[in-house]
């Protein structure tokens, strides 16, 4: 590759995906170069996802960004549901408000989203380079990282600011020595299968109408493995699959397919799959440590973002990163900006990423909820109180005539103690519990 630029850019961004391309947004916008090197061929298409987006962030990029992007489906109904392997417990939440501008949460393919907000970055004047991989960081004498090497001939691109935004289990991050502990026991294992299923099936077997979409994130899932299962309604697709412990995966010996067709199989899951057919499958890791595991964030000469920062917050109630990346990326852009301006590019002189995001949503929530990724995989939240909720349940509209109906606090005791729960774990864990969502 001949050099895109002799005298180089002012920001090298490795990666499309959200928090890349927002980050690109904000240096085109204040009117600095920046070249967005993606390894796919387009923006999204080596990206696995099958959440919701909650698009609030958006408004800093696009205020009327619902008129624009790509959704599948409009959430209006979210449903947390507890499972054990015959039973099921749902908190259902439907707020029609949801449904119409300026919304609350979207369910969206990757591929179509990404290349929008990447199309956003390339607006403002950004560069995009795709099929190229970044194989390197490159320094200068003073050890301060100037650039990139890529995978092409003549592929080093220069720049004043990188913003690794390559992903979980950031090569860049790693390379710059930023992670400070990589372990499994960060990481969960997302397996997914889409499946199609017409439009208006969908709409009549999830009590839906027109683009509403529905979310069901189920606890109990996934059996004896920590964590979770999660069904969302596309266009004309669900999406269904599990999110696992990548420790507890490797111990348990199964498959991670076997993990989706158990659940895929249980029989509050069931009847919403009947005729569907496969159209695709696949898997991702996630980071889901936490605060207390992300790597440092600036170096000089670089920043990290998004997943390759470890910014997904998965707390059991809030299940989100797509919006922390397009949040950190925006604080990254800006930084490194500011910083080209005053001509600082050392870790002092873009130390205003870590300020930008501590006083946003994107760390206040990370700190404030950093006990939660233990909380919500420890052994008695994956595997008892699931067990003692659906007894609980099952005892309290279980109509025995002739026989009196027990009291609230004798069922609960029962549930207790026939799966070991001791008063002291519930108080234990309520303590936890508030001081984890304080």
């Not at 935004?165 to 889409?194: I, M, P, Q, W």
């Not at 397009?326 to 002189?349: C, F, H, K, M, Y």
Request: proline share 5%; hydrophobic share 45%; charged share 20%.
């Amino acid at each position: 590759m001949s050099p895109l630029s002799p005298a180089g850019f002012d920001a090298v961004v490795v990666g499309a995906g959200p928090a890349g391309s927002a980050a690109a947004f904000a240096l085109a916008k204040a009117g600095r170069s920046v070249v967005i090197v993606e390894r796919g061929p387009y923006p999204g298409s080596k990206n696995v996802y099958g959440g919701v987006v909650y698009g609030r962030i958006l408004d800093q990029i696009d205020p009327e960004w619902w008129q624009s992007v790509p959704v599948q489906r409009w959430v209006v109904r979210r449903s947390t549901m507890v499972l054990t392997s015959s039973q099921s417990v749902s908190v259902d939440v439907r707020s029609q408000a949801w449904g119409g501008p300026p919304h609350n949460g979207m369910t969206i393919y990757r591929a179509d989203f990404d290349s929008w907000l990447a199309g956003k970055a390339v607006a403002q004047g950004a560069r995009l380079v795709c099929s190229t991989v970044a194989t390197g960081l490159i320094r200068d004498a003073s050890g301060r990282v100037c650039g990139v090497s890529t995978d092409r001939p003549q592929g080093e691109l220069r720049a004043k600011v990188v913003i690794a935004a390559d992903g979980v289990n950031s090569f860049l991050a790693k390379s710059a020595g930023l992670y400070r502990d990589s372990s499994a026991s960060h990481f969960t294992l997302g397996v997914k299968e889409v499946l199609d299923m017409d439009p208006e099936v969908i709409e009549s077997r999830f009590g839906l109408g027109g683009r509403e979409g529905l979310d069901i994130e189920a606890l109990g899932a996934t059996g004896a493995i920590p964590g979770g299962g999660f069904l969302y309604t596309n266009h004309d697709s669900v999406s269904v699959g599990v999110v696992v412990a990548l420790d507890g995966l490797a111990a348990s010996r199964r498959r991670p397919e076997e993990l989706v067709a158990s659940f895929k199989a249980h029989p509050s899951i069931a009847p919403y799959l009947r005729n569907s057919t496969l159209r695709e499958y696949s898997a991702h890791l996630i980071p889901e440590g936490g605060y207390d595991t992300m790597p440092d964030l600036v170096a000089d000469g670089m920043l990290v973002a998004g997943d390759a920062a470890g910014m997904t917050l998965a707390s059991g109630l809030w299940l989100e990163g797509v919006n922390f990346a397009v949040g950190a990326g925006l604080a990254a852009g800006r930084a490194a900006a500011a910083a080209i301006e005053a001509g600082d590019t050392t870790a002092q002189g873009l130390a205003g990423y870590r300020r930008q995001l501590e006083a946003s949503f994107v760390l206040a929530d990370h700190m404030r909820l950093r006990r939660a990724p233990a909380l919500v995989l420890s052994d008695r939240v994956q595997g008892v109180y699931n067990k003692v909720l659906c007894d609980l349940a099952e005892q309290l509209f279980t109509v025995d005539n002739p026989a009196p109906k027990p009291g609230l606090l004798t069922l609960a005791r029962r549930s207790m103690a026939k799966h070991g729960l001791k008063f002291r774990h519930l108080a234990k864990d309520g303590l936890e519990a508030a001081r984890t969502f304080r």
